[in-house]
Structures are given as C-alpha cells and as structure tokens.
C-alpha cells in the first residue's frame, strides 16, 4: 500500500474568510492532471507521517510547517493508495513554488474551491470536514481546536512576534482589545498576517503584561520581538481569574515531564466576547524550559 500524507493549511483574509493552501502538481495524472489537492507527497522508507510532510511541503513551496494534528485516513484516488491528512501551522520559510514539481499554487475561499477543479478524494475531504464544523466562525477571533496544543512540545528560533504592553487588574486584560486592533492594523497593512492565530501573554504582574503577536514578517510601525526556545504547552479552560492556579498546575506538569520552567507565556486564544458566542475560554500555557 502506497502511503501518503497531505497538510491542511489555513489563514484568514481581512473580511473573516478562511483560505486553504492547495497545489496542482506537473505530473500526468490523465484525467485528474492539474487538478488541485493540499500539498504533501508520498512517505519514503522509514518517514513518519511528520517528517514526510515537513519535507515535501518545504521542497514544494519553500515553507517550513509544523503538523499539528492527524485529522483523517482516506482512501485515494490511486489504486493502491492511502491519504493521511494533518493540520499544519507556517512557522518559517518563504513562500516560493518549486516550478519543476507544480503546475499552480495558491490560497482559496471554500466558494473558491467550488469553481476549481480538485482530485475527488480532496472534494469528499472538504465536503465531509466542513459538515463536522459546528462552530460558525464570529469574524473576530476564529474557533480554537484545543487539541493543536494541548501537551505538546515545540522549538522556536528566533520566531518573530509584534510586541506591546496591556494593562490589567488581577491578571484581566483591560484595554487588551484596543493594543489588538492597533497591532493588527498595521500587521495587515504590512501583509504579515500570520496563518494561524497566536498571541503570547507575558504576565508580568497583577497590573500589566506584554503582549507578543505572531506575524509572518517585520511589520513596519510597530515593536518588533523574537523568543527562541524549547516550550512545553498545555491547554486550560475557565474564565480569566484562574491565571494563576493554571500557573501552578504547569509547573507542577512540567516537573513532572522532568524539565525546569525557565518562563510562563499565556495565550489567549479569544476575546471576552467570541469566548461567549463559543462557549468555551481557552487559554495555551507555554512553559520554556530550554
């Protein structure tokens, strides 16, 4: 059995609408040639799922991903072959089309999608993922799938972030919307949009934190950061005032995966107000230890 594995890439466009990354190969398919499918290839002796897709997808496009979560096992259109589909987040890289492998590359809208013509198998993919969303995104911030985070162990070198300052009282952001809408102005503005939601809480005291927003380049007019390390990450739910007992129970969890918590970053995966159309207040711990 032939195996292969694909990643499903995101980002957001300013109006609210969710773009996937999809490729068409060069390749003589016959009559599936150009069609489009999430980039990714065939796994080579002794590849993991992982590691054939950060390969292939680097090879392709330039970009350096980090798989998040395996979110199918399909049959493919190829006799004799398996599709395994996993989550992707950019973490580096720059997007650059490998023209000797692929025909066309690009991000597109589900209406989009519908006008393109795609591999069958990708059509029934999309088609069966988008009927298990429901969650229907505000426009603010988007539904946070927990499990991308939760006990995972992640490398940073040099990540660039836009930074500012919050003010809060008793850990509660305050005039935390306003810092966001300014540094997400000029992040679109610069084109530096991130393709996936990430913003970093440094809890410095009761009254105030830093704030680090993840983008995909230096934005101009604003404070730029970079933090390099290795974080364990763990995911909490409950409202704002249990800040510190989550504080608690990570370092207890960090200890007990035999590392030393050398720094806490909080990330606030939504608003107050998308945190109550959803249901759900969910907060990612990234403990440094290296």
């Given at each position: ?9 995101t ?16 390749d003589?398919?016959?009559e599936?040639?150009?069609?489009f ?13 992982k ?13 350096k ?28 890289g ?22 393109l ?31 991308q985070w ?18 809060s ?25 991130s ?96």
């Open positions: 059995m032939i195996r292969v594995v694909v990643g499903l890439i980002r957001q466009r300013s109006t609210g609408e969710t773009e996937y990354l999809l490729v068409s190969s060069k003589d398919f016959g599936f040639t150009g069609c499918y999430p980039p990714g290839g065939h796994l080579e002796n002794g590849e993991d799922e590691t054939a897709l950060v390969r292939e997808i680097e090879e392709e496009l330039g970009l991903v980090l798989p998040l979560n395996k979110l199918a096992e399909t049959a493919s259109d190829v006799k004799d072959q398996v599709t395994h589909w996993w989550s992707c987040e950019i973490i580096g720059e997007f650059k089309i490998n023209e000797d492998e692929l025909a066309a590359a690009g991000f597109f809208t589900r209406a989009e999608m519908e006008k013509p795609l591999w069958p198998a990708t059509k029934k993919f999309f088609e069966h993922f988008m009927t298990q969303q429901t969650i229907q995104p505000t426009g603010c911030c988007e539904p946070f799938n927990p499990e939760q006990d995972k162990e992640i490398v940073w070198q040099d990540k660039i972030f836009v930074k500012d300052h919050v003010t009282f008793l850990h509660i952001p305050l005039n935390f919307g306003k810092k966001v809408v300014k540094n997400m102005t000029l992040i679109e503005k610069a084109g530096a949009k393709s996936h939601q990430l913003m970093l809480t440094d809890e410095k005291s009761l009254w105030g934190a830093d704030i680090y927003i993840d983008v995909a380049k230096e934005v101009s007019g604003a404070r730029m950061a970079t933090i390099s390390g290795k974080f364990l990450t763990k995911v909490f739910e409950g409202p704002y005032q249990n800040a510190g007992k989550w504080a608690v129970e990570m370092a207890e969890y960090v200890k007990s995966q035999g590392k030393e918590m050398k720094k806490l970053y909080f990330s606030y995966t939504t608003c107050p107000k998308c945190a109550k159309v959803y249901g759900k207040n969910y907060v990612v711990l990234f403990a440094q230890v290296e």
